[in-house]
C-alpha cells in the first residue's frame, strides 16, 4: 500500500478546539476564489483525483448544490475532465478539483487541459512543488493542515457556503445549510455525543479479529462513505462501498459458509429508511446469520447529513487507531 503524506497523524485525536482553528484558517483561504465563481458558466463540474479522501469532499461539495441550484452541476472524477469531457465539449465551465496527496502530477495535467480548453479551474489540493504549482491557477486553494482527513472536509465545507449563496435557490434551505457549514464546531461534540452509541458499536466490532466490513450507503451520504473507506485503510481494512440498494442483491448470493466476522454498515438518512427495513427482513431468512448489521442513521436535514456522518466516521477511525497501535 503506498504511503500517505502524513499518514501517522491523519487520524489523531480531534478536539473541538481543532475544529474550530480549522474553520478560521480554511474559511479564509476559501474566500479568495470568491471572485471567479461570479463569471457565467455553462456547467460547473465538481472532480476528484485519489482513492477517496478527495471524492468525499468532492462529493460534500456536489450534493448541496445539486439540491438546492438550477445551474447544471456534474459530479465527474477527474479523469473525465481530463480525457474525456473538456476536449469534447464547446462550453465555458467552471472545474472544481480536489486532488488528494499522490495525484500531484494528474493535478497539474488537469490543470493545464482546463487552461487549454478556455474553462476555469479551482483546485484544493496539497501543497505542490514548484515545478508542479507552476500549472496551477492562481485560485486554489492548498491544504497543509492536520489531520488531512478533517482538514479537506472542513474546506469543501467552507466552499459550500460560498457557493450555495451564489448558486443556490430555495432561500430558507440556502441559510440552513450555509448556518450549519459555518459552525461545525459548535456542534461538533454535541454530534458525537448524539451518535455515542452507534460510535461505540462500530468501533468494538470492528475490533474483532478476522473482520470485514461492507458500506451500504445512500446517495447524499456517499462523502461520508467514501472518508470512511478512505480512513479505514489506513487501518489496513479493506472496505467495499455500494449504493444502498446493493444489499438487496448481495443478500441474494450471500455465503452462509463464510467463517470472518461480515459487518454490513448502513448509511443513510430518516427518509431512506425503507430499503433498511426490507434488506434487514430479508436477512431474516437465511439459513445462517452471515452479516452483522449496524446502522447510522442521520436524523437531519439530507442537506447537512453527509457533513455530520463524515465527522461521526473519522472520529470512529480515531477511536480504531487507538487500539491498534
Known amino acids: 500500500m503506498l504511503q500517505i503524506p502524513g499518514n501517522s497523524i491523519a487520524l489523531r485525536e480531534i478536539s473541538q478546539r481543532d475544529i474550530t482553528r480549522l474553520e478560521n484558517v480554511l474559511a479564509q483561504r476559501v474566500k479568495g476564489i470568491d471572485e471567479i465563481l461570479a463569471e457565467p458558466y455553462d456547467t460547473i463540474y465538481v472532480s476528484f483525483l485519489g482513492a477517496g479522501l478527495a471524492q468525499a469532499a468532492a462529493e460534500l461539495v456536489y450534493w448541496p448544490l445539486r439540491q438546492l441550484s438550477e445551474r447544471n452541476i456534474r459530479l465527474v472524477s477527474g479523469e473525465e475532465i481530463l480525457y474525456h469531457t473538456l476536449p469534447y465539449h464547446d462550453e465555458h465551465s467552471l472545474v472544481i478539483l480536489f486532488g488528494e496527496p499522490g495525484t500531484e502530477n494528474l493535478v497539474a495535467k488537469t490543470a493545464t487541459t482546463v487552461r487549454l480548453t478556455g474553462n476555469n479551474l479551482v483546485s484544493f489540493t496539497a501543497p505542490l512543488p514548484a515545478t508542479l504549482s507552476q500549472y496551477l491557477p492562481e485560485h486554489r486553494v492548498e491544504i497543509s493542515e492536520e489531520p488531512i482527513s478533517i482538514a479537506f472536509i472542513v474546506a469543501a465545507a467552507k466552499l459550500v457556503t460560498i457557493l450555495v449563496d451564489k448558486y443556490g435557490g430555495i432561500k430558507i434551505r440556502r441559510n440552513r445549510v450555509?448556518?450549519?457549514?459555518?459552525?461545525?464546531?459548535?456542534?461538533?461534540?454535541?454530534?458525537?455525543?448524539?451518535?455515542?452509541?452507534?460510535?461505540?458499536?462500530?468501533?468494538?466490532?470492528?475490533?474483532?479479529?478476522?473482520?470485514?466490513?461492507?458500506?451500504?450507503?445512500?446517495?447524499?451520504?456517499?462523502?461520508?462513505?467514501?472518508?470512511?473507506?478512505?480512513?479505514?485503510?489506513?487501518?489496513?481494512?479493506?472496505?467495499?462501498?455500494?449504493?444502498?440498494?446493493?444489499?438487496?442483491?448481495?443478500?441474494?448470493?450471500?455465503?452462509?459458509?463464510?467463517?470472518?466476522?461480515?459487518?454490513?454498515?448502513?448509511?443513510?438518512?430518516?427518509?431512506?429508511?425503507?430499503?433498511?427495513?426490507?434488506?434487514?427482513?430479508?436477512?431474516?431468512?437465511?439459513?445462517?446469520?452471515?452479516?452483522?448489521?449496524?446502522?447510522?442513521?442521520?436524523?437531519?436535514?439530507?442537506?447537512?447529513?453527509?457533513?455530520?456522518?463524515?465527522?461521526?466516521?473519522?472520529?470512529?477511525?480515531?477511536?480504531?487507531?487507538?487500539t491498534r497501535k
Open 178 to 322: 450555509r448556518d450549519e457549514y459555518n459552525n461545525i464546531a459548535q456542534i461538533y461534540d454535541d454530534l458525537l455525543e448524539k451518535y455515542s452509541q452507534t460510535l461505540s458499536n462500530i468501533t468494538s466490532k470492528l475490533r474483532r479479529e478476522n473482520t470485514t466490513i461492507t458500506i451500504y450507503s445512500s446517495p447524499t451520504l456517499m462523502p461520508a462513505s467514501h472518508i470512511f473507506e478512505w480512513c479505514l485503510s489506513l487501518e489496513k481494512y479493506t472496505p467495499r462501498v455500494y449504493n444502498l440498494s446493493a444489499i438487496l442483491s448481495h443478500i441474494l448470493i450471500s455465503n452462509s459458509n463464510q467463517q470472518s466476522n461480515n459487518i454490513a454498515l448502513f448509511l443513510l438518512t430518516d427518509v431512506e429508511t425503507d430499503i433498511l427495513r426490507e434488506a434487514k427482513f430479508k436477512l431474516t431468512f437465511l439459513q445462517r446469520q452471515s452479516i452483522e448489521t449496524i446502522e447510522l442513521i442521520m436524523h437531519t436535514d439530507p442537506l447537512t447529513a453527509p457533513l455530520y456522518a463524515s465527522l461521526i466516521l473519522i472520529k470512529a477511525c480515531t477511536e480504531l487507531r487507538k
